[in-house]
């Protein structure tokens, strides 16, 4: 810990930007074990304070009440990795049984656009996200396209010096890196339409059954 402090005080002190940037990625790539199982002991001993808390014949009503919802949050997180209220976990927990294939990744991927009502998961997607996809997918493909045609150039045999070479090969990187986070960004609405159309599909199929059952008794 205290040489990779010195390195970075020196990157700071000779204003090389790139040396800390490489010393901090670095860091973060060779530490990322530690640092999740840090972030996990939390929410373990979070959920341990909670259940000691509901132990004790101390807390009661109101109290109690919450830290039992609570509880059932935090297990739900922890499972899934989304974090909301009741009524939309609950609603969510049915739409999964419901739609079965539909995994909760996809769920926490398009929680922005979910809300429940009267217990039903409800799917909304304005003009500014449909307008968002459409603009992240695009400019993230022409970004990668341009990233590869960047980082092409080099490879071609173009007479060129090795800084320029290494530039070119900087800003490859930071265009596919742009581009791929661009695109990323389209993942949340597509879930959310995934979602959409596998409830429409259902409930179309409801509807149907609903219908020739009618059909049915109307008959007899």
Request: with cysteine; aromatic share 8%; charged share 20%.
């Amino acid at each position: 810990m205290d040489k990779t402090l010195s390195l970075l005080a020196d990157a700071i002190a000779n204003q090389s930007f790139f040396a800390f940037t490489v010393i901090i990625t670095g860091g973060l790539i060779f530490n990322l074990k530690n640092i999740l199982e840090f972030i996990d002991s939390r929410k373990k001993i979070k959920i341990q304070l909670i259940e000691d808390s509901l132990k004790t014949s101390h807390i009661n009503g109101n109290t109690r009440a919450h830290l039992e919802s609570a509880i059932e949050n935090e297990y739900f997180k922890v499972i899934t990795g989304i974090d909301t209220e009741k009524n939309l976990r609950e609603a969510m927990i049915q739409a999964h049984q419901d739609l079965g294939e539909v995994n909760f990744k996809v769920f926490k991927s398009a929680i922005q656009h979910l809300n429940s009502k009267a217990g039903v998961l409800e799917v909304n997607i304005n003009g500014f996200s449909k307008l968002g996809l459409i603009y992240n997918a695009v400019i993230g493909i022409l970004c990668i396209l341009l990233g590869l045609s960047v980082y092409w150039f080099p490879l071609s045999g173009a007479d060129i010096a090795v800084s320029q070479k290494l530039s070119l090969a900087a800003v490859s990187l930071f265009l596919l890196g742009l581009g791929i986070l661009m695109l990323l960004q389209t993942f949340p609405v597509l879930s959310a339409f995934t979602i959409k159309k596998k409830l429409k599909l259902i409930g179309e199929a409801d509807e149907s059954s609903n219908n020739e059952i009618t059909d049915t008794n109307e008959a007899a």
